[in-house]
């Protein structure tokens, strides 16, 4: 039973950045061979380094005049000296990585002009070595280029470089709770008369944060800077005008019944990079629920791999088999047509599916942020009401571009926390699909 969600998923490219890399990564989409595809994934946060200011503004979008130099040293009372240096040494060991991949990428495409095959396979050999030491040295800096700018007054153009670079990061693995938190500290500091382009960024990730309303006053700045927004900027500021201003409202509303009821029920979800807990919608989808807790209980979820990861989209999980294909031995109809149905929003759990509207069985995703177009067409029943910083964590795994050494996420278990005192496994199911 072929499960796998057959909607476009949201483009994963939000805010693609404007690096030494970023020419080099546009080559690179239509090669085949899994270390270009790696290259492609963790390159994606790699800024422009080494030639003189870095570029974080959407593509074809100029960078603000004081971003086209080498950065200025920071005023001694900008920051302590001491976590200035902290942050230096750190930043100059990312830089030194940085280099070794522009060396890497120089080469390779010599190679490629020159067809020399051998020395393709050596760089192919070598290249994990290398992005795996530039994401540790990057990620060795956050720590203390987040302490450093905590006590900043947010004017070292180096430091303030590094932490919007860091703020697409979180983007990219769509942390976008966090992301926004990031930009509105930027915000509070300033840094947007020098970096115009954060009003829209802070819009996207608000968007994905499920702050619809905060997400429009983002993008209305933006606008009113003489920026033009983005087209996936402008598709959720519509979006947020036509759709999700109203289905928000719903949402909160049920929300709010809900929590003062406080009997609905839950699961705790324990996976290899963290554990969350999930509310059970089963109001609106009562045999979905019943399914799944029936599911939970009998052990059915354990060591079962997040086999389907897309960057933008959702995680998927809960296939026997591993690769999508398998079930729980039936189905189970569908409850998304229903007048009372669920919306997807960030930490919406819902039914993975076939083609045929009554073929969900065992499979279930989580989504990552909102998305309209898979509203009334998969049935939502929970979502995460704990732990969804562990949504970021998830290994991307896309089963059509599959690459050595992948180690999926895993679902170490599921544990019932909470249920009504009724029977759950009387449901209604359909044969195998």
């Known amino acids: 039973m072929d499960e796998l969600i057959e909607l476009n998923r949201v483009n994963s490219g939000i805010f693609p950045l404007l690096s030494w890399f970023e020419q080099f990564r546009l080559k690179l989409k239509n090669q085949k061979g899994w270390i270009m595809r790696k290259f492609l994934q963790i390159t994606a946060f790699l800024p ?5 200011g870095m570029l974080f503004a959407q593509a074809g979008v100029s960078a603000p005049a004081a971003m086209s130099s080498a950065p200025a040293a920071a005023p001694a009372e900008t920051v302590n000296s001491s976590m200035i240096s902290d942050f230096q040494a750190k930043f100059d060991a990312y830089k030194a990585s940085a280099a070794k ?14 067809q020399d095959h051998a020395r393709i396979r050596e760089i192919q050999a070598a290249a994990p070595a290398l992005l795996k030491e530039a994401e540790q040295t990057f990620m060795a800096a956050v720590p203390v280029a987040l302490n450093a700018y905590a006590n900043s007054d947010g004017k070292n153009a180096e430091l303030n470089q590094f932490m919007l670079t860091y703020a697409n990061y979180l983007l990219t693995q769509d942390n976008y709770d966090e992301a926004y938190r990031m930009f509105t500290a930027f915000l509070s500091k300033g840094m947007h008369k020098s970096h115009p382009e954060i009003f829209e960024m802070a819009g996207v990730s608000a968007f994905g944060a499920n702050r619809f309303n905060a ?25 947020i005008k036509n759709y999700y201003v109203e289905a928000w409202g719903d949402e909160m509303a049920l929300r709010q019944k809900e929590a003062q009821a406080d009997n609905l029920p839950r699961v705790l979800i324990r996976t290899s990079v963290g554990d969350m807990v999930v509310e059970l919608f089963e109001n609106e989808a009562p045999n979905t629920v019943k399914n799944f807790v029936t599911l939970v209980e009998s052990g059915f979820y354990s060591n079962l791999p997040f086999h389907r990861v897309l960057a933008g ?23 998304y047509s229903k007048d009372n149905a669920r919306k997807h929003f960030r930490g919406s759990l819902a039914m993975a599916r076939s083609m045929d509207p009554n073929s969900a069985g065992s499979q ?24 969804m910083g562990v949504l970021s964590k998830i290994e991307r795994i896309d089963p059509q571009n599959p690459y050595p050494g992948q180690n999926p996420s895993k679902i170490l278990e599921m544990k019932v926390i909470r249920k009504q005192n009724h029977d759950y496994s009387n449901f209604t199911k359909g044969p195998d699909k």
């Open 48 to 52: 422009c380094v080494l030639a003189g």
């Open 101 to 114: 991949i522009q060396k890497l990428q120089e080469e390779f495409e010599e190679a490629g002009k020159k």
């Open 215 to 239: 997400a429009l006053k983002c993008f209305d700045y933006a606008k009113q800077t003489g920026a033009q927004l983005s087209r996936q900027a402008q598709s959720y500021a519509d979006s």
């Open 313 to 335: 989209f959702m995680a998927q999980g809960g296939c026997p088999k591993g690769d999508g294909t398998g079930g729980p031995g039936y189905t189970v109809p569908e409850e």
């Open 364 to 387: 279930f995703y989580i989504t990552f942020l909102p998305n309209q177009s898979l509203d009334a067409n998969y049935t939502v029943f929970g979502r995460v009401i704990d732990g």
